[in-house]
């Protein structure tokens, strides 16, 4: 054990983390100066937009959609955030409160859809009507009202707080099973194309610990409970197995995800062009669909006349994997 | 030391005179999946933790898949 304290490697003041995969450690600034350069560096890489853009930020409350919008406003982006209100007990009454004080502290506009008094249900509900996994009709819901927030609001571009782990566990998922669509899909920037918006991914280059980190150097309080329908899922054993191997090998996860963008994607680019294809639109909303009534307006249809789910009901009834 | 830790909340008094990474090896808690924080101030792997440290383990990993 060294009595000498760890210095940062920019300024040799006493660091406040180590991040063994820059093999570096790092003060509260220069953790903070890390995180925004290379956000902007995957913001450049992948063009994903300028500072003329108007930019809509799905958050959530979670630190990486907070330090995001963040990060976007401090380089001087214009960025608006949308919350979604999920209705999933304690857990999404908590997750506004925090969206709400972080927009109102530094004067940024805030949309609002909360799924109950909008559309009439809530995601336990729309899980057990439709019969998909909680994470499933969550998921769907929220593209779709992303989307049409972006598009009626004339966004040029949805921003998600999506990071390295994320990506990493969802390309280890994906790769474990050859899924070649979702392969060629999953890139940190979609053009906008058929009536969806743009959607970026600028946090693919920061880990989740940089990210929380990040929240805590820059105070911005977020929620740390986890949504209690994610507990035990597929997508945390992903993160925990390749947590493992950045242990043994430092720099492995970035290494599989970016070198997975820049060798492999441009071989799948065709099946990124045919996964976008034939589209023509919901006879309900008019989003863009491949049937006559698109999935969310289904979705709709049979949770919001479903007696109401509480939350606990989907975590019981083990049907989320 | 008091140490907070999650999932589920609780806190727990540990000995203190270990590092930060001896802490999380000790409670079997992943170096990658979580952030130490001593008396409110994030610490890096081989700060030391005294007796009466006040010691958040902060958990990092977020579990949505979409
Ligand atoms: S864990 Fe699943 S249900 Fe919970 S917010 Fe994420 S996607 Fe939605
Ligand atoms: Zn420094
Ligand atoms: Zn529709």
Known sequence: ?321 | MKVLLRNPKREVELAGGRSVNRLLDDLELSREAHLIIRNGTLVPGDARLEDEDVIEVRPVVSGGST
Not at chain 1, 96 to 114: H, M, Q
Not at chain 1, 237 to 253: D, F, H, M, V
Not at chain 1, 271 to 292: F, I, L, N
Request: hydrophobic share 40%; charged share 25%.
């Open chain 1, 1 to 321: 054990m060294t009595a000498q304290p760890s210095r940062c490697r920019v300024c040799k003041a006493p660091a406040v983390i180590d991040l063994p995969r820059h093999n570096a450690n790092f003060c509260a600034e220069h953790l903070v100066q890390l995180c925004s350069r290379q956000m902007a560096k995957a913001i450049e890489d992948w063009e994903m937009f300028t500072p003329d853009d108007r930019l809509l930020v799905a958050v959530s409350g979670g630190k990486d959609s907070l330090a995001v919008w963040d990060m976007l406003i401090e380089a001087g982006y214009r960025a608006d955030g949308l919350y979604l209100g999920l209705g999933i007990g304690e857990y999404s009454d908590d997750s506004g409160g925090y969206v709400r004080r972080f927009a109102a502290s530094r004067g940024l506009k805030l949309i609002t859809i909360d799924l109950r008094d909008d559309y009439g249900y809530d995601v336990p509900t729309a899980a057990v009507a439709t019969r998909r996994v909680p994470c499933s009709a969550c998921g769907l819901s929220k593209r779709h009202l992303f989307d049409r927030a972006a598009i009626e609001g004339g966004y040029d571009a949805v921003v998600t707080g999506h990071n390295l782990d994320d990506e990493a566990a969802v390309l280890f998922g994906n790769t474990l099973r050859w899924e070649i669509d979702y392969l060629g899909r999953q890139l940190p920037v979609l053009p906008a194309a058929n009536g969806f918006p743009r959607k970026c991914k600028p946090l693919v280059r920061l880990t989740e610990r940089e990210m929380a980190a990040y929240c805590l150097i820059r105070g911005i309080d977020y929620v740390v409970e986890e949504c209690p329908i994610a507990a035990g899922n597929r997508h945390l054993g992903y993160k925990e197995a390749l947590n493992e191997i950045e242990r043994r090998s430092p720099g492995a996860k970035a290494a599989f995800y970016l070198n997975f963008l820049n060798k492999m994607s441009p071989l799948l680019a065709e099946h990124t062009a045919s996964a976008r294809g034939d589209v023509g639109s919901c006879a309900g909303c008019g989003a863009p669909t491949t049937g006559d009534v698109c999935a969310f307006c289904r979705l709709v249809e049979k949770s919001s006349t479903h007696e109401a789910v509480p939350v606990e009901i989907v975590l019981d009834t083990r049907i989320r994997r």
